[in-house]
């Protein structure tokens, strides 16, 4: 497993694309828009929560998965914020994936297809996956056509299912050697690179 914490870049057809792990400043800088992003209705909804988020709650979460072990990402698109994205329940050579990205305007446009590649590639190649697993409402359809690009397909065995977010929840799953094959094309294109200990 990369050690991290680490950078990952894609200068993709859509523009570059940047996810990093955050320190607590830098955190603390986007933890506002975060707060915002979740407790947008829309977002909300897709997210399955309800109660509005703040910006102390976000970095109590943040903190909470990393200390569980999670794999945290600030995501950017030419430069500016656009979400986050995270591995979870790492163990095993098995992961739960989640992402958001904020901007309801971006959405339906390919960037999280894009975004969700890019972090794929670094955890089957730097965190040593051998299958992630993604829980998703099945009323939220972008998603579900996101993993399904990615080339998720839906997984109803035991170990699926116990990553599922709630009873009502799909899940879906991809394995390593899928998703090399599916996106063999883009890898070589994205670029990792370790971020040095400031902030």
């Not at 975060?34 to 109590?60: C, I, K, R």
């Not at 997984?155 to 899940?171: E, I, M, N, Y």
């Not at 996106?183 to 370790?194: G, K, Y």
């Amino acid at each position: 497993m990369h050690p991290g914490p680490c950078r990952i870049e894609w200068a993709s057809p859509g523009g570059v694309l940047l996810a990093y792990e955050p320190t607590f400043k830098e955190l603390q800088a986007h933890a506002a828009a975060l707060a915002a992003a979740y407790s947008d209705p829309h977002n909300a909804a897709l997210m399955g929560h309800g109660a509005p988020f703040d910006a102390a709650e976000v970095l109590e979460h943040y903190q909470s998965m990393q200390a569980e072990g999670a794999r945290t990402f600030l995501l950017f698109h030419a430069g500016q914020f656009a979400g986050d994205a995270d591995f979870r329940n790492v163990a095993s050579g098995a992961a739960e994936f989640a992402f958001m990205v904020a901007a309801t305007a971006s959405q339906g446009r390919g960037l999280g297809t894009r975004f969700a590649i890019m972090l794929h590639w670094f955890g089957f190649a730097q965190l040593g996956l051998e299958r992630v697993y993604a829980s998703i409402d099945p009323a939220n359809a972008a998603s579900l056509r996101v993993f399904e690009k990615l080339g998720f397909a839906v997984d109803s065995g035991p170990a699926a299912r116990g990553f599922a977010d709630s009873q009502r929840d799909l899940v879906m799953s991809i394995d390593r050697a899928t998703f090399e094959r599916r996106h063999a094309e883009v890898l070589p294109q994205i670029q990792l690179t370790s971020r040095t200990a400031a902030g």
